[in-house]
């Protein structure tokens, strides 16, 4: 019966104590702008210095200011993901996506991409030409859809080295290429290191 009892007795302190400890780790919000908490994955803050970093050097290249003044139109194919983690590559391409928008000389199309239209409602709304609930009039027309100028291809790599006995060395190379779809020559490419050193027993993944 003691036994017992000091079973149970034992059970409720473990309880009661990982209970204390979870209320420790309290959620709270993050200053981004003065987070300097580093991880060995990457994080938001890898993607936004990448980001950052490739669109200024885009848009400080001179083959890619519009000879007429006019904005470029740019179709976002395949970044891969070559890493030990699971991530979104459109935490890269939105960044950059949104940046070269605001810059005044790129405009993204989400109706023509290698892998599919990004948006199929571009199709969809001239598929109502026979519909007779619709105002032929408001349908769209043929003819219309602005084919891409550019193409932007990249990717993500991971190498994990050795350091010494106790540190490792993690660099993330992000890799972009854009392309001229006219003559299918690369107009600008870019390679952003990030690299990070840590314990050996902290994990990328």
């Known amino acids: 019966m003691m036994k017992i009892l000091n079973k149970k007795t034992l059970l409720a302190a473990a309880v009661a104590f990982s209970l204390v400890g979870c209320a420790e780790q309290a959620t709270y919000y993050v200053d981004s702008k003065n987070d300097s ?5 990457l994080d938001y803050k890898d993607f936004e210095m990448a980001a950052t970093n490739m669109v200024d050097d885009m848009l400080s290249s001179d083959l890619l200011v519009h000879p007429q003044g006019g904005r470029y139109v740019l179709t976002v194919t395949d970044i891969v993901n ?5 991530i979104d590559t459109d935490q890269l391409t939105k960044k950059i ?16 991409n290698a892998n599919g239209p990004e948006d199929e409602m571009t199709r969809k709304v001239r598929e109502l030409r026979k519909s007779k609930m619709v105002n032929q009039k408001t349908v769209k027309k043929d003819g219309r859809v602005i084919a ?10 991971q190498q994990n080295q050795r350091v010494n006995s ?13 392309t001229n779809l006219d003559d299918g020559l690369a107009y600008w490419e870019k390679e952003y290191p ?4 840590g314990d050996n027993r902290s994990v990328s993944w």
């Open 82 to 86: 070559d890493t030990d983690q699971r």
């Open 194 to 197: 990030i690299i990070k050193r």
């Open 166 to 178: 106790s540190t490792q060395q993690v660099e993330y190379y992000f890799q972009l290429t854009l």
């Open 37 to 41: 908490v580093a991880v060995m994955g």
């Open 148 to 157: 891409p100028d550019f193409s932007l291809t990249g990717k993500i790599i």
């Open 97 to 112: 996506r949104i940046s070269l928008l605001n810059s005044g000389r790129f405009v993204v199309t989400t109706a023509i």
